[in-house]
């Protein structure tokens, strides 16, 4: 369904938050072999908290002010692994909330001082016990003091892919009317998934391509989903056509490619745009949509623009 009027008028009192969405799709430049395919990007990373997790993350805690779950008082709490927390330390502060976080100590230091930089709290988790780790921290700290926090728990709130349905891809309809693929990864699942939605409502024919990361090093912001991994409620598998495990490497390559364009993205984005040149090596003709989820700035600790002397 769409936007209530509350919800409009809720966000409508809060200025900061009006940037959030409509961003611009870009044409990528593609391959010499795959020059019939159209390879598109959305340009998540103009949102003001630098990703695609300002969406969701706006509309759950707008919709927990309103029904009365989030009141005065209590604190945000949620796991992330970056991106999504600075987007609840970001909202949290505009709203005058307090917010705890719970996130991997590998996580990037940019995220971790942007995070800081709003007033946020961090708990950290062991990243050798993997992300289910940092999702089983976070319910204990909930379960161990219920009245202190709401728990916005995007792993299973729907407020995070309906944010998909309504916004992400809505402008993507509006923007590229010709999709025929979508290629994105699978963190919470929440954009996959309404964006997914939206895009089977406008053509049952598009294609939806999942990608799965390895279980380590992995790829900050993507969830492996092997067996034995908690898969999230905020994922419906339904909607993807086809999963495509990440080449890692070839992935970072793929982020310094598209930064020796103009393109300053991160890793996860560089996945996506790897698997979407992967994709169109295969079809042939059509036109990909993929997502730029953040800036390349937020990874300079993690060493993956280190260059070779």
Same mark, same amino acid.
């Given at each position: 369904m769409p936007a209530s009027r509350d919800l409009n008028e809720f966000i409508a009192k809060h200025p900061s938050l009006l940037a959030i969405g409509n961003t611009p799709l870009i044409?990528?430049?593609?391959?010499?072999?795959?020059?019939d395919v159209k390879i598109s990007a959305k340009c998540e990373h103009l949102n003001p908290g630098g990703s695609i997790k300002d969406r969701p993350v706006l509309r759950m805690l707008?919709?927990?002010?309103?029904?009365?779950?989030?009141?005065?008082?209590?604190?945000?709490?949620?796991?992330?692994?970056?991106?999504?927390?600075i987007a609840y330390a970001m909202i949290g502060a505009a709203l005058g909330y307090k917010v705890e976080l719970v996130m991997p100590e590998n996580a990037s230091e940019e995220r971790k001082k942007r995070i800081k930089a709003h007033g946020a709290s961090i708990v950290f988790t062991d990243p050798m016990l993997g992300y289910?780790?940092?999702? $089983?921290?976070?319910?204990?700290?909930?379960?161990a003091d219920p009245q202190k926090y709401y728990w916005c728990n995007q792993y299973f709130n729907q407020n995070n892919p309906q944010a998909h349905f309504e916004t992400t891809g809505e402008e993507?309809?509006?923007?590229?009317?010709?999709?025929? $693929?979508?290629?994105? !990864?699978? %963190?919470? %699942?929440?954009?996959?998934?309404?964006?997914g939605r939206r895009l089977k409502k406008h053509n049952p024919n598009i294609?939806?391509?999942?990608?799965?990361?390895?279980?380590?090093?992995g790829v900050e912001g993507l969830k492996h989903l092997g067996d034995g991994h908690i898969s999230p409620d905020?994922?419906?598998?339904s909607v993807v056509d086809q999963m495509i495990d990440i080449d890692v490497d070839a992935s970072y390559e793929m982020s310094r490619s598209l930064s020796a364009t103009g393109m300053f993205a991160g890793q996860s984005s560089g996945a996506y745009v790897w698997a979407a040149?992967?994709?169109?090596?295969?079809?042939?003709? %059509?036109?990909?949509?993929?997502?730029?989820?953040?800036? !390349?700035e937020r990874y300079f600790s993690t060493g993956m623009w280190d260059k070779a002397d």
């Open positions: 044409e990528l430049a593609t391959p010499p072999e795959v020059r707008s919709e927990a002010v309103l029904s009365g779950d989030l009141i005065p008082g209590k604190t945000i709490l949620d796991a992330t692994s970056g991106n999504a927390g289910d780790e940092t999702l $089983h921290e976070v319910k204990r700290r909930y379960e993507i309809v509006r923007q590229a009317p010709d999709v025929t $693929h979508f290629v994105a !990864g699978i %963190g919470t %699942g929440g954009s996959i998934t309404g964006i294609q939806i391509i999942g990608l799965n990361p390895p279980e380590w090093p905020t994922f419906d598998g040149v992967e994709i169109a090596d295969a079809i042939g003709k %059509g036109h990909i949509v993929t997502i730029i989820n953040d800036i !390349g």
